[in-house]
Every structure is written in structure tokens, then in C-alpha cells.
């Protein structure tokens, strides 16, 4: 008899970007297939949107409408409750209640897989939650293990090839499976502007999502710049510059948006631009602290982009644009000094 395998649906929102490899390779080695929903679209968009309250807040309407685009495609859909991955440093509450909210407002979903992380509540509880979650797959426990392991190897070598061949994380999960996930690049041989280098920070849920942010680091790097994003640089490196600006993490994502604005203020990059969505408040205050510390030093041009479910794809461009002109412009007349 041949056993049917079971598909575990993952939706491409929140924190696809940081974990997909990771959790392919548990569910593969247990002998899973994974699906990954589609790239964002405006239907999904409208969907997700339809089956929440209107400030609920955009990357999390993005990730109802992944869910649903799931619904007839999987057996089970994975969503985790992560609540802190580092000692005393915490998640968005919207991530801690994901899976129920997700069980109230898609009552068709599949059955969902959680699993809570918390690391401060101890090793042993994290081991035990990782094995009630392979228990759904196998009940031996040797295997649950050792697809874990196999996982956290291939989580450390995805940030290792981000960070090491600056990399964003859809180009990284291109390279580790194959499957195209970005444009192709422009060639950047630009005469006029091939040294210019625009850091981008903010969640890679904003980031990366070319629906959302209109195809951002494609356009910046269309248009012969160097994209640098928070991925590329080391968690050290995020950590020791949020230890200059705001002394210790207390947000998870301190490190996207504080740690790495610090970074590249103080690393000599042409231009940084700070994503942010509308009702976010932790995103606020952060992107706030980077905007201040961007006036105090007076040597980066820095621009704040708010992202939100009707903003208008030609106002994000026409920002863009006069952004880049002002960094064109100031370069040239700092060769010509
Ligand atoms: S950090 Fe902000 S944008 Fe991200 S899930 Fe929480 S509220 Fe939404």
C-alpha cells in the first residue's frame, strides 16, 4: 500500500523570510512535502483584509490572505507562536496569537500545526515543544530529533550565506533550493551611479514582499544601485550597534530596524530608507530612534517609506526618485569638492 504523503502548507508572510529553510528541512526529514503559498497578489491582499478589523495591521492581512490562498492545497498549514527566540528579548504580540487567530478567522483552514517558542522558559520546554510538533509526523523520537538538528544546521547556513555573500533572504532560498524567488538582477554597470549604496531596513515581512513595497530593491537596483538590507550584516554586528544607540534589545526586531539603521549610519553608505507599515506602533518608535540618530550624525540621507493597504504605488515612486536625485546630486558634488 502506498502512503499518501502529507503537505504541510506554509504561507509566505511574517516570518517566511526569516525561517522557511529551516522549517522545510523538519518537515522534509520527517518525511513531509512543504507548500509555500504564491507571491503576494492584490486579491490575497483583499482577502486576508476581508476577515479582520481595518487596523488590524498590513503584514498581518497579508498573511490571512496566504493562508487562504492554502486552504484547498495542504493537508495542515504551519503556524508557529513564537514568542522570543532570545533571553528577555520579545516578539510582537501579533505573532504569540497567530494560530488562534488565524483558527477564528479562517474557520475552513486545515487543521493548523503550532508549536509555541519561547526560550525563556528553558531548553527543556523548547525540546518538548519540537517533539510534540514531530510527533504529529513520527512517534520516534530519534528522528524528531534528528530532523531538528538537521534544520538548525540548515537555518545557521542560510544567515550564513546571507551575511556572507550579501544576499537578500529570497535570493538565499533561491540558491539553497533552486526555485526562482526574485527578478533577475540588473546589470550594474552604470557609469553615473554604480557606487551608490542604499541600505533598506525594516522587517523582511515589508521588505521583501514586492506587492507591498512595489518591487523596492528591484527598482533600487534597476536603477544601478548597491541594495544592502540587514540580513547582510551578522547578528553581532546588529547586536554591537544597538548597544551603541539604545544600550539593550528589548523587541526581537530591534535588530532589522535599529540595529542595522545604526550600523550602516555609521558604515558610510550613500542612503538609508526605513519601511514601515501604518498602525505599527513598536515600528514607529524604533524607525523614530534611527531618524533621530540620522540628524544627530548629519552624514546619511535617510528617508522613512510608511507602507499600508491603499498606498499609491506612483507616490512610493515619486519619493524614490527625488531620494535617489538628492543622493545622486550630493555624491556629485562631493567628487567635484
Ligand atoms: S511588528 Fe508591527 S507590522 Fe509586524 S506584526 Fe507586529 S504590529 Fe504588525
Not at 6 to 23: E, H, N, S, T, V
Not at 103 to 123: H, M, Q, R, T
Not at 235 to 263: D, F, N, P, Q
Not at 282 to 297: E, F, K, T
Request: net charge positive; charged share 20%; with cysteine.
Amino acid at each position: 500500500m502506498i502512503r499518501k504523503m502529507i503537505k504541510i502548507g506554509i504561507p509566505r508572510g511574517l516570518l517566511y523570510y526569516q525561517y522557511y529553510p529551516m522549517w522545510k528541512t523538519f518537515f522534509e526529514e520527517l518525511g513531509a512535502e512543504v507548500v509555500v503559498s504564491p507571491p503576494t497578489t492584490q486579491n490575497m491582499l483583499s482577502q486576508g483584509s476581508s476577515r479582520v478589523v481595518a487596523d488590524t495591521c498590513l503584514p498581518a492581512k497579508v498573511f490571512l490572505g496566504h493562508v487562504l490562498s492554502l486552504v484547498e492545497e495542504c493537508d495542515y498549514i504551519f503556524i508557529p507562536a513564537i514568542r522570543s527566540v532570545k533571553s528577555k528579548v520579545y516578539n510582537c504580540a501579533k505573532f504569540l496569537g497567530l494560530p488562534d487567530m488565524t483558527k477564528a478567522v479562517i474557520p475552513e483552514s486545515p487543521p493548523i500545526l503550532d508549536i509555541d517558542i519561547d526560550i525563556n522558559k528553558g531548553k527543556r520546554n523548547l525540546y518538548l515543544a519540537i517533539y510534540q510538533l514531530g510527533r504529529r509526523f513520527t512517534w520516534n523520537p530519534f528522528k524528531v530529533r534528528q530532523a531538528s538538528i538537521a534544520a538548525w544546521q540548515t537555518h545557521l547556513n542560510y544567515r550564513q550565506l546571507m551575511s556572507s555573500h550579501s544576499l537578500t533572504p529570497p535570493q538565499a532560498i533561491e540558491r539553497i533550493s533552486g526555485t526562482p524567488e526574485t527578478e533577475p538582477k540588473a546589470n550594474s554597470s552604470h557609469p553615473t551611479s554604480a557606487q551608490t549604496t542604499i541600505a533598506i531596513i525594516g522587517h523582511p515581512y515589508l521588505l521583501y514582499d514586492e506587492h507591498i513595497n512595489y518591487r523596492l530593491v528591484h527598482r533600487l537596483e534597476q536603477a544601478h544601485n548597491k541594495v544592502l538590507t540587514p540580513e547582510m550584516l551578522t547578528s553581532g554586528k546588529r547586536e554591537s550597534a544597538i548597544a551603541r544607540l539604545t544600550g539593550r534589545a528589548y523587541w526581537t526586531y530591534e535588530e532589522e530596524v535599529v540595529g542595522a539603521g545604526e550600523h550602516y549610519l555609521q558604515s558610510g553608505v550613500d542612503g538609508i530608507i526605513g519601511i514601515v507599515t501604518f498602525g505599527c506602533g513598536p515600528d514607529s518608535l524604533m524607525m523614530d530612534m534611527v531618524h533621530r540618530q540620522a540628524g544627530r550624525l548629519k552624514t546619511t540621507p535617510f528617508m522613512s517609506l510608511t507602507l499600508e493597504e491603499h498606498t499609491a504605488e506612483g507616490g512610493v515612486v515619486t519619493r524614490l526618485e527625488a531620494f535617489l536625485d538628492m543622493i545622486y546630486r550630493r555624491k556629485r558634488r562631493q567628487v567635484c569638492a
